[in-house]
T-cell receptor, first 114, second 116 residues
Framework: AQSVTQLDSHVSVSEGTPVLLRCNYS??????LFWYVQHPNKGLQLLLK??????LVKGINGFEAEFKKSETSFHLTKPSAHMSDAAEYFC????????????FGKGTTLSVSS | GAGVSQTPSNKVTEKGKYVELRCDPI?????LYWYRQSLGQGPEFLIY????????DSGLPNDRFFAVRPEGSVSTLKIQRTERGDSAVYLC??????????????FGPGTRLLVL
């Protein structure tokens, strides 16, 4: 069985400071991992994904994440936050070998202050 | 190009009524998914179509929920005898259809359902 845990329900940062959103996963086989972002009243948008290639994945808008199998983690980072980064972020796992559905975490709300 | 569209954007109904929610996927995407997102939670999988057939309906909560995709494009999620607990945002997504575990799913803006 798969599951994903987002360790922080809310993260607050100042504009220009680094962002770290933490995610741990559980998967029986070979996981695919995703980060999606949801801005208010807008659809979910893919930031980046890991599907068994390079463990350091670069996404849109300066975000990146590193797949660490030994720690079962897939934390999302960005060197410098922008006001427009304020949104809800979801860490997502699937098992591509078993062809399973996406399992979403509960989300982390990112607030960015000026 | 056009993304995934969903109608209506908002739906208010009374307990016990029947509702239909519509999803128009991206043209050419053979895979289509329905999710439900309750307040403060991440989306939860409901059903997955590959073409016209439901390849996985394991997420449907009970037999009041049903979905169709008769021509392999537009899909309709149908909820009978609605209950207050059905209130949520219903999200639709589509993907190219080669590998649902790896490929990017493109989400619509959702239908916000409120059952009074």
């Amino acid at each position: 069985a798969q599951s994903v845990t987002q360790l922080d329900s809310h993260v607050s940062v100042s504009e220009g400071t680094p962002v770290l959103l933490r995610c741990n996963y559980s998967s029986s086989y070979s996981p695919s991992l995703f980060w999606y972002v949801q801005h208010p009243n807008k659809g979910l948008q893919l930031l980046l994904k890991y599907t068994s290639a390079a463990t350091l994945v670069k996404g849109i808008n300066g975000f990146e994440a590193e797949f660490k199998k030994s720690e079962t983690s897939f934390h999302l980072t960005k060197p410098s936050a922008h006001m427009s980064d304020a949104a809800e972020y979801f860490c997502v796992v699937s098992d591509h070998q078993a062809g399973t559905a996406l399992i979403f975490g509960k989300g982390t709300t990112l607030s960015v202050s000026s | 190009g056009a993304g995934v569209s969903q109608t209506p954007s908002n739906k208010v109904t009374e307990k016990g009524k029947y509702v239909e929610l519509r999803c128009d996927p991206i043209s050419g995407h053979t895979a289509l998914y329905w999710y439900r997102q309750s307040l403060g939670q991440g989306p939860e999988f409901l059903i997955y179509f590959q073409g016209t057939g439901a390849a996985d309906d394991s997420g449907l909560p009970n037999d009041r929920f049903f979905a169709v995709r008769p021509e392999g494009s537009v899909s309709t999620l149908k909820i009978q005898r609605t209950e207050r607990g059905d209130s949520a945002v219903y999200l639709c997504a589509s993907s190219l259809g080669g590998d649902r575990g790896r490929e990017t799913q493109y989400f619509g803006p959702g239908t916000r359902l409120l059952v009074l």
